[in-house]
């Protein structure tokens, strides 16, 4: 069952703090394109199947990685792409917009899906890494 669009865009505001709606919804945007180039197989589409349409689609049609980003190239690509970031405010975001998709996710699946990231990705997503 995937999460309702609002829901999911409350979830985030919340996390992050955001004055606006568009704050969130821009964010969002940013670090699922960057997430989704991570990302392969049925552990992507399982995930993007949790997701608001609008965020699956942007999860299934990523920004293509050349390489996996270590946690910290992942926060300073994030600040990259969002105007006026900093890699302080960018780890700020991406928390925000990684912890609902864990939320959305659940545990099993977020496991699935940190098992195809570099490691470091737990924290980021608000998990602890598993040893």
Same mark, same amino acid.
């Given at each position: 069952?995937?999460?309702? !669009?609002?829901?999911? /865009?409350?979830?985030?505001?919340?996390?992050?703090?955001? *004055? %606006?709606?568009? =704050? $969130?919804? !821009?964010? $969002? *945007?940013?670090?699922?394109?960057? &997430?989704?180039?991570? +990302?392969?197989?049925?552990? !992507?589409?399982? &995930?993007?199947? *949790?997701?608001?349409?609008?965020?699956?689609?942007? +999860?299934?049609?990523? &920004?293509?990685?050349? =390489?996996?980003?270590?946690?910290?190239? #992942?926060? !300073?690509?994030?600040? $990259?792409?969002?105007?006026?970031?900093?890699?302080?405010?960018? /780890?700020?975001?991406?928390?925000?917009?990684?912890? %609902?998709? $864990?939320?959305?996710?659940?545990?099993?699946?977020? *496991?699935?899906?940190? +098992?195809? @990231?570099?490691?470091?990705?737990?924290? @980021? #997503?608000?998990?602890?890494?598993?040893?």
């Amino acid at each position: 069952m995937s999460m309702r !669009r609002d829901a999911f /865009l409350d979830h985030v505001q919340e996390r992050g703090e955001y *004055r %606006t709606r568009e =704050e $969130a919804e !821009r964010v $969002a *945007r940013v670090v699922l394109a960057l &997430l989704g180039a991570h +990302l392969v197989g049925t552990v !992507r589409a399982e &995930l993007a199947a *949790r997701l608001p349409e609008t965020y699956a689609l942007i +999860l299934l049609n990523p &920004l293509q990685a050349a =390489e996996p980003l270590t946690p910290e190239r #992942f926060v !300073r690509a994030t600040a $990259a792409w969002i105007e006026g970031a900093t890699e302080t405010t960018a /780890l700020w975001d991406i928390g925000a917009v990684l912890s %609902t998709v $864990a939320a959305a996710a659940g545990d099993a699946l977020t *496991r699935e899906v940190l +098992l195809q @990231l570099p490691p470091g990705y737990g924290l @980021l #997503f608000g998990h602890p890494q598993p040893t």
